[in-house]
């Protein structure tokens, strides 16, 4: 069995941004610049923000974290997001979700320079994605293709079965997995809460990706030897054993899978570490583009 390390892979990605940022220096251009915008107090949004931006101050990049209460309207925020579009200083910027429930997300969404939405959520985005276009990518889905990529999983001709359609990981990713290129080519089953018999389906799966924020969900019985397992959910699951007083626990059951399967991914270190190492990818990319874009 191999584990497909994001941990590990994470930290090579940011050292090649890292070497390139310091290419632009040299060069006298002007380094990439992502914002976060954040609503309210949520602990997770703050914690995840925060890590974005120090993952920014280790690349190089120059980062603004855009702090708003929870009490803030829908046409103040839109009205930020009008600023951070018409800022020629920024790259890139994310609005981190959930947002409080007096704004409508898609309408922010929608809001965001299509060229500026590191995030890849922008329907502009999403449909140059589907059409295998160049764009950006939502960046759990690019991490898990580039984790498939580096360890040279092969994906042509292939079965996999996607669990859980949010837009944010499973509908792209489903997408994805069936482009013409690698990673991709393969034959793909995208299910649901409503699909019967997930067991039967998953079971003839080559290649299978949860992301269903079900603890444990997917137990060795479910899954057939030699199958590669990507777990893209993360939950805190209470444990009084633990010093923290939890655990951190996947969509799959690892300790019982693992025996089973050519290629895992651990939770935590897995998946999740590669989200915010694609996000500063995609910055860079923006900074590229707008580069190209004045020329």
């Not at 890292?18 to 060069?27: E, G, H, I, L, S």
């Not at 603004?64 to 951070?84: G, N, Q, Y």
């Not at 969404?109 to 890849?120: E, F, N, Q």
């Amino acid at each position: 069995m191999i584990l497909l390390d994001g941990k590990k892979t994470s930290e090579d990605i940011k050292l090649e941004i890292t070497a390139q940022v310091d290419k632009m220096k040299k060069n006298g251009e002007k380094v990439p610049h992502l914002a976060a915008v954040i609503v309210g107090n949520d602990g997770a949004s703050l914690t995840y923000v925060g890590s974005k931006v120090k993952a920014c101050e280790r690349v190089g990049f120059e980062s603004t974290m855009v702090r708003m209460p929870s009490t803030t309207s829908e046409t103040e925020l839109l009205k930020k997001i009008k600023e951070l579009n018409e800022d020629d200083n920024i790259d890139g910027f994310i609005v981190q979700l959930p947002l409080p429930e007096q704004i409508d997300t898609q309408k922010v969404l929608m809001a965001i320079d299509p060229s500026k939405d590191v995030d890849g959520f922008h329907p502009e985005n999403f449909g140059k994605m589907a059409l295998d276009m160049s764009t950006f990518i939502p960046a759990t889905p690019f991490g898990i293709l580039e984790l498939l990529e580096r360890y040279g999983v092969e994906t042509k001709g292939k079965h996999t079965v996607v669990i859980g359609r949010s837009h944010i990981v499973g509908r792209p990713m489903s997408i994805l997995m069936g482009r013409k290129g690698f990673p991709g080519n393969s034959t793909v089953t995208l299910t649901h809460s409503y699909t019967k018999n997930i067991a039967q389906i998953t079971t003839q799966a080559d290649i299978i990706i949860t992301a269903l924020g079900v603890p444990n969900y997917l137990k060795a019985e479910m899954v057939k030897d030699g199958a590669v397992v990507i777990d893209v959910g993360i939950t805190r699951v209470s444990d009084e054993s633990n010093e923290k007083g939890y655990i951190i626990t996947g969509d799959v059951d690892f300790e019982n899978v693992s025996k089973k399967v050519s290629h895992i991914t651990p939770v935590p270190g897995g998946v999740w570490p590669m989200t915010i190492a694609m996000l500063l990818k995609n910055t860079l990319l923006a900074r590229e583009q707008r580069k190209e874009a004045r020329k």
